[in-house]
């Protein structure tokens, strides 16, 4: 079983779309991130739940918004998409500030 | 608020080694290390805790001096499957998610 599983894995949309990743976790963790990573490979946080808790939310456009229906899971939603979004995104899971397990990562194309 | 990494690259040949350095302006509870390969995801190396616990990889190592708020990561005898970025991680100010550096890019070659 994956620990940490996203999709889509790929995603091709137009600019002005709303799309959605999903992300699901079996590990048991308690805190779930969303990451983006740029062409430049630096890897952003965005966003982190804690027990369904929003407790960080950096300094990203509101036309993106986490959802997290239970603690195994953290979608993230993505209102009217422009060029500048398309990264690639990755979903993270941890326990106690303990280690980090990432998905596989969604690669978001906006044309 | 994000940790300083060094060098930006590095080249190796097999069986060379390599340090990455990671410095940050604020104290540490913790200091994280990631390899990404190519294409996939951050893969967990090694995490370094404030009073000198470690735990991690068995043929990486890696100190971390409080005092001076830095990190190095040691990568003896380099193998091919080395290559990669590596990505150092601090905890933001609330302590609540990892801030990561910029990366180093380890390229070892035969």
């Known amino acids: 079983d994956t620990a940490v599983s996203q999709t889509p894995k790929y995603l091709v949309t137009q600019m002005g779309n709303d799309k959605s990743i999903k992300c699901e976790q079996n590990l048991g963790h308690d805190t779930m991130y969303w990451y983006k990573q740029d062409s430049k490979k630096f890897l952003k946080i965005m966003f982190s739940?804690?027990?369904?808790?929003?407790?960080i939310n950096e300094t990203v456009p509101n036309r993106f918004s986490p959802k997290s229906p239970d603690k195994a899971h953290l979608n993230l939603h993505i209102n009217s998409l422009e060029l500048g979004d398309s990264a690639v995104y990755f979903c993270a899971s941890s326990q106690d500030r303990g280690t980090y397990t990432f998905g596989s990562g969604t690669r978001l194309t906006v044309v | 608020q994000q940790p300083v990494q060094s060098p930006q690259a590095v080249i190796l040949r097999e069986g060379e080694d390599a340090v990455i350095n990671c410095s940050s302006s604020k104290a540490l509870y913790s200091v994280h290390w990631y390899r990404q390969k190519h294409g996939e995801a951050p893969v967990f190396l090694m995490i370094?805790?404030?009073?000198?616990e470690q735990k991690g990889h068995e043929k990486i190592s890696a100190s971390f001096n409080e005092k001076k708020q830095q990190s190095s990561l040691y990568l003896t005898a380099s193998q091919l499957s080395y290559s990669g970025t590596y990505f150092c991680?601090?905890?933001?100010?609330?302590?609540?998610?990892?801030?990561f550096g910029k990366g180093t890019t380890l390229s070892v070659s035969s």
């Open positions: 991680g601090t905890e933001n100010q609330a302590g609540t998610a990892l801030i």
């Open positions: 739940y804690n027990n369904k808790e929003l407790i």
């Open positions: 370094l805790l404030k009073g000198g």
